[in-house]
């Protein structure tokens, strides 16, 4: 169903004569009819463009790409668009890109129907079966635009399912899920490929989809590395014992990529050296043959399954001032004769300087809170003070003064301006606030030494579209980090990230927090990223079930 041969995209910068990225370097890949395959890589290694140019959204710069009966290298932008509308449902990582906000969850599904079918009364049925599987039937008539992040993708989801066409293009579908949302998604795409023969394919940073597809392959740097079914994962990886086992695909180039733990161990960098002996037997050495080093198998990290919290001691606050006061919150959302109740009666203080992470399962009310406490929607009950700054009372106008001069935040979809370069968008506090600039060398200095924290300074002349959804929540973070604002809020900072960089910018989270007095309110639902001794809420249906510290049994 799907073939790449030696696929090349490069992207070029209009601005900068010369400037070349290359986001896939020579891509193989072979999925066949009705299997689903997840592709699993670091940000930034060219999953997002893999999808895009197989969704007929990006043209190739050379090679082969073909779906079904189509030549994607040959057909004009008319044909992949059409292509596109027949063939292909895609489920994008930020699900507000292919939702209509302020229509209901079931007219988003009806619109994507229509679109292909038209009259889209015979699909009612099964509309109804997919939002059941998904576990959102109960929110079919709620506004798209008060659906909480994990809510909306699996609205995305279920617009994709319903056009009901041959191929499913999924990219991070499950970055701001749970895990038990996550497990309801697989099973449910599962049940589309054997039922229908749909073939799906996944892009992702998330090894839960290492189980539950017919094959898994590993991109790094624009290639992909390996492609193994599930028993040949199982085979390799099961023998924990000497010697280790690797398999790695051989492109249509003959090239082959060494596995990382055999070039680490053997201090390979550009060149390796190979001897063939008489019998076929193949050695590998380093050209000047340094010693490699002792194999040690890493212990796999303890990733933290259950949340234990103590109680807030009663001498928590004591001596210290209080940054934020919620009191007596609540917030409905009214539309399409739907009341939702999002949140009911939440009250939390929290102090200067003060590491706050909010977690609780989709649609618990994380989003919400976070939204309250930027100012982007206004609470139907109570107050918030930020200090002495009754928030809850000041104009749409005066919020947003407030977050451009106090505030750093970060949205689930990464909040950029899309016609700045991500260099470009650490200026925009600074002119609305009408400083003036007079050495623009030592602010650049200061963008790169932000962007470096978070791996991203190599994409600072990009925009922010053209990137991956791992390197716009990267650079972000960076924006919003840099001058230390006294409140941070982060909503789901690192549900793009792979394992790798979500520890590392939770720990640059961290670094940053210990050397400031800025407040952080973190929204997640990774509990991994929690520390011993950190404070954490955790809501349930829009209420406080948990508030205290978190520990280890």
Not at 89 to 97: L, M, N, S, T, V
Not at 123 to 144: A, P, Q, W
Not at 455 to 472: A, M
Request: aromatic fraction near 8%; proline fraction near 3%; charge should be negative.
């Amino acid at each position: 169903m799907i073939r790449c041969r030696d696929l090349i995209k490069i992207f070029e910068d209009d601005e900068v004569e010369g400037n070349r990225i290359p986001a896939l370097r020579g891509c193989d890949l072979d999925i066949k009819e009705g299997t689903i395959v997840s592709m699993v890589g670091p940000s930034g290694s060219g999953k997002t463009t893999l999808i895009n140019i197989l969704a007929g959204l990006l043209k190739i710069s050379s090679g082969e790409c073909k779906v079904g009966n189509y030549d994607l290298e040959l057909m004009n932008q008319k044909s992949l668009n059409k292509y596109r509308l027949k063939n292909v449902g895609i489920i994008d990582q930020f699900p507000e890109r292919t939702l209509f906000l302020d229509a209901t969850v079931e007219e988003n599904m009806k619109f994507s129907i229509g679109l292909l079918h038209g009259n889209s009364t015979d699909y009612k049925t099964r509309n109804l079966e997919i939002l059941e599987k998904l576990g959102i039937d109960h929110l079919k008539s709620r506004l798209v635009r008060h659906l909480s992040g994990g809510e909306m993708t699996r609205t995305a989801i279920a617009c994709a399912l319903a056009k009901n066409v041959p191929i499913l293009l999924c990219d991070e579908p499950t970055g701001q899920l749970d895990s038990l949302n996550t497990e309801k998604v697989k099973t449910l795409l599962r049940q589309v490929a054997q039922e229908f023969g749909t073939t799906i394919f996944v892009v992702t940073h998330d090894y839960r989809f290492f189980d539950g597809v017919d094959k898994t392959c590993e991109i790094r740097d624009g290639r992909v590395s390996s492609m193994l079914s599930i028993e040949e994962q199982m085979l390799l990886n099961g023998n924990k014992e000497f010697p280790l086992k690797f398999r790695a695909q051989i492109d249509s180039s003959n090239s082959v990529r060494i596995p990382d733990l055999v070039s680490r161990t053997m201090k390979i960098k550009r060149e390796v050296d190979f001897e063939l002996f008489e019998l076929g037997e193949v050695k590998l050495s380093h050209p000047e043959n340094l010693p490699p080093e002792k194999v040690v198998k890493e212990d796999i990290k303890v990733r933290r399954r259950d949340l234990h919290v103590n109680p807030l001691p009663q001498t928590y606050f004591k001596g210290k001032e209080i940054m934020v006061d919620i009191k007596d919150v609540s917030k409905t959302y009214y539309g399409n004769g739907v009341d939702v109740k999002a949140l009911q009666n939440i009250n939390l203080q929290l102090f200067k300087g003060e590491l706050l992470f909010v977690l609780g399962p989709s649609g618990s009310g994380k989003t919400t809170l976070i939204k309250l406490l930027a100012g982007l929607v206004n609470a139907t009950n109570g107050s918030i003070l930020y200090q002495n700054t009754d928030f809850t009372k000041l104009s749409d106008i005066q919020k947003s003064d407030f977050r451009r001069n106090r505030m750093g935040l970060v949205s689930q979809q990464g909040n950029l301006h899309p016609f700045l370069t991500i260099d470009d968008n650490f200026y925009l506090k600074d002119i609305f606030s009408g400083k003036r600039f007079t050495n623009v060398e030592n602010l650049s200095d200061r963008n790169k030494e932000y962007l470096d924290k978070y791996k991203i300074d190599h994409r600072k002349n990009s925009y922010p579209l053209e990137i991956s959804g791992g390197e716009l929540q990267r650079a972000s973070l960076a924006i919003a980090n840099y001058s230390y604002p006294p409140i941070v809020i982060l909503d789901e900072p690192t549900a793009n990230f792979d394992s790798e960089l979500a520890s590392h910018a939770i720990e640059e989270i961290y670094d940053t927090h210990e050397k400031s007095d800025t407040t952080f309110i973190i929204a997640t639902h990774d509990i991994t990223l929690i520390k011993d001794g950190i404070r954490a809420i955790e809501l349930q249906d829009g209420q406080i079930s948990q508030d205290g510290i978190v520990f280890t049994k």
